[in-house]
């Protein structure tokens, strides 16, 4: 059984190959096309916006990563200068740590502060 995110990029890659063939078919046989769908325009003016859209869509695709790109930049907060970092972790490195004793080391050392002062007595 496959799961999800694989049946997803199978279907696109189905999807993907078959586009490719259609798009190959008809930049290379605008004519043929033309006559299998009863479109009267020349082979010249569908091979023409079989070039124009794609590149268009990629176009508008270029640019809207660029604009994204760019209202990220713009919008998201400068960092800390790397001083303020170097000052911050120096100052975690200087602060003693205090550990607290064990269960079992801190009843064993009352047992036996227990014996030495009973031995005194």
Same mark, same amino acid.
């Given at each position: 059984?496959v799961?999800?995110d694989?049946?997803i990029? &199978?279907?696109?890659?189905?999807v993907? !190959?078959?586009?490719?063939? &259609?798009?190959?078919?008809l !930049?290379?046989f605008?004519?043929? !096309?033309?006559? @299998? @769908?009863s479109?009267?325009?020349?082979?010249?003016?569908?091979?023409l916006?079989?070039? @124009?859209? *794609?590149v268009l !869509?990629a176009f508008?695709?270029? @640019?809207?990563?660029?604009?994204?790109? &760019?209202? /990220? #930049?713009? /919008?998201?907060?400068? *960092?800390?200068?790397?001083?303020?970092?170097?000052?911050? #972790?120096e100052?975690?490195?200087?602060?003693p740590?205090m550990?607290?004793p064990?269960?079992e080391?801190?009843?064993?050392?009352? #047992? /036996?502060?227990?014996?030495?002062?009973?031995?005194k007595k």
């Amino acid at each position: 059984m496959v799961s999800k995110d694989q049946a997803i990029g &199978g279907v696109i890659c189905l999807v993907c !190959v078959l586009v490719a063939i &259609g798009y190959t078919i008809l !930049v290379i046989f605008p004519g043929e !096309v033309a006559g @299998l @769908l009863s479109i009267s325009s020349t082979g010249d003016s569908i091979r023409l916006v079989a070039v @124009l859209v *794609p590149v268009l !869509v990629a176009f508008i695709a270029i @640019l809207a990563i660029g604009a994204w790109i &760019g209202w /990220t #930049m713009a /919008t998201t907060p400068p *960092p800390k200068p790397i001083e303020e970092i170097t000052t911050e #972790m120096e100052e975690k490195k200087e602060e003693p740590k205090m550990e607290e004793p064990k269960a079992e080391e801190s009843a064993t050392d009352t #047992m /036996t502060e227990e014996k030495k002062a009973n031995k005194k007595k």
